[in-house]
């Protein structure tokens, strides 16, 4: 069979094309450059727990570690007042903090590092795959499909005709594959700017991050905003919000915002809450030392595609969606498609696979991505435009209920960042066929990082076994205890190894010594990309068949086939809406999309059926 096309040569596109490998599926990634990505300190990428284990399940886990950093705390800051303070990192406690009020504990931290450390660990891991190779100095120039495959046409050094089973387009906001599929990619330009500097400087909170609103320098207006974030050897990236408009920000501007910040915290830090000298209004602040590495404007857009499937192609990452207003992170959310969309290729490849099977990756991502495109546009009018005056005078404590708004959106908590539920996802098995044991974690939720012992005896964490196949993780306290020739024939296990040969899907037995809410025999069925299917009390073979099928999209064979869609001729995959709202998701257009929104997301609501969003040629 043919390999999978991505076109596009970015983290999301690398990160497919690995995905694919560990899956025994070939790839070809048409790179149109012929060198590697610039060296720009400022660029930088934060990956959220569940994307830097993704990364790093890819082999990219020690070049992650070494070129990021994890933030020890994050700080949001009004004036000079501290708002919240959270500890971050496994079984910290959150310390007192001079007066103000105690850090409370947060979760693991995010990884932050140069985006193209990132990239170029993808490039290396990708290098020592066979089953993947990157063609460079080729440009996209058309596509066709047919009931078996795709052809994609290059022009360049390397132009030619290439064959593939399937294509996806991983080829950034201005998409070559989503202009050929004539996808249109409605949203809004512009919805916040940031001045963006990386420099070499001792601040007063080493390791942690920092959300300054309505600093006192800068005119200190209720709109001001600054975020400083550490990398590694002492870097930081600095943003500054800056106004509505499309105002040039000048050399001399920018040097004079790095100033004002760094002499504004050195003078902050030395009040007589900390011990050092207090001073006016009036009084001039040095500046201490710093050096400048690099510069630059980031301007965050909010577009989502109205298609994510045609036929045999596919759109991932920013050809799919832009997002990041509020401190969401769009590169998250295009790692989260790669992650998605791999094991059903996959399994496509390997076995062939239904409609509702791919369909699903448009139902399940499109909606997790529109959810959490309308979450970031219902909180920009209360964030940005009015201010917080008013709403301070009508809501109590809305000020720091808006800081903590904010601080979700940077740690990825909360509908502006938190992982996507897949809560009516059309690979949901149908409730007769599960009894559905409540667990601590919601069917559509990413499981929780237990550790788990495999058939081997090792002990590793459960997201390391993520991405191959099932995971039927059985809950059995005390099992450590035991040398695993007798855990592994006692009990339940043989008649749940049995069950799990059975299944209609590649699958691993793991045993659990707890998982949070669940009691002792639950088992839990975990899809590839880490979200839950079902919990059960005990082996239930029926049961766990008829799961298993569900996740796969339904009973099919080699023998399925997939129309042709390619660009221009109206294709469109069985049972997909014409328009591409919701694709194999049953009912009006835009149902598919609160898919992913979880509880609390509201009835499903297109964005880009909104007033707000105006289509890409405005």
Known sequence: MDPVIVVGAGPVGLSLALSLARMGVPSLVLDDTTEQEAVRPARTAVLREDTAHFVGRLGCADAVESAGTRWSGWRTVRRRRLMEHVVLGP?????????????????????????????????????????????TGGRLAGLEQDADGVSAHTRGTNGTWWRGSYLVGCDGPRSTVRKLLEIRFPGRTAVERHAVAAVRAELPWPGEALLHRSPGRQGGGLGAEVCARPLPDGVWRLDWLLPPGRELVTPDALVARIRDSLAGWAAEAATPETGGPSRGRGSVRPVPPYELLDTGVHTVHHRLARRWRLGRAFLAGDAAHLLGALGTQGLDEGLRDAENLAWKLGLAWHHGASETLLDSYQAERRGAVAARLRAADQALPLLREGGTAGLRRALPGAVRGHCALLTDGHLGRGPLGAPPVYARSPLAPPAAHTTGTPVGTLPGAPVADVPVTAAD????????????????????????????????????????????????????????????????????LVRPDGHLVTAMSGVRPAELHACATAVRGGPFGRAARHPAGGAGNGGAPSGSSEAGEGAGVPGPAGAGEAAAAGPGAGSPVDPVGTSVFHSEGD
């Not at 993520?466 to 009990?491: E, F, M």
């Open 91 to 135: 079984g910290q406690e959150g310390p007192e903090d001079g007066g103000h009020p105690g850090g409370t504990p947060g979760a693991g931290s995010p990884v932050h590092l140069p985006q193209h450390a990132l990239t170029r660990a993808l490039r290396a891991a990708l290098a020592r795959e066979e089953l993947a190779q990157i063609i």
């Open 457 to 524: 005896g090792s002990v590793v964490p459960l997201r390391d076994r993520l991405g191959q196949g099932l995971l039927v993780i059985l809950i059995a306290p005390g099992t450590g205890v035991w040398d695993r020739r007798h855990w592994q024939s006692a009990g339940l296990m043989p008649r749940l190894t049995d069950a799990v040969a059975a299944l209609p899907m590649q699958a691993e037995v793991l045993v659990a010594e707890e998982y949070p809410g669940a009691a002792a025999h639950t088992v839990l």
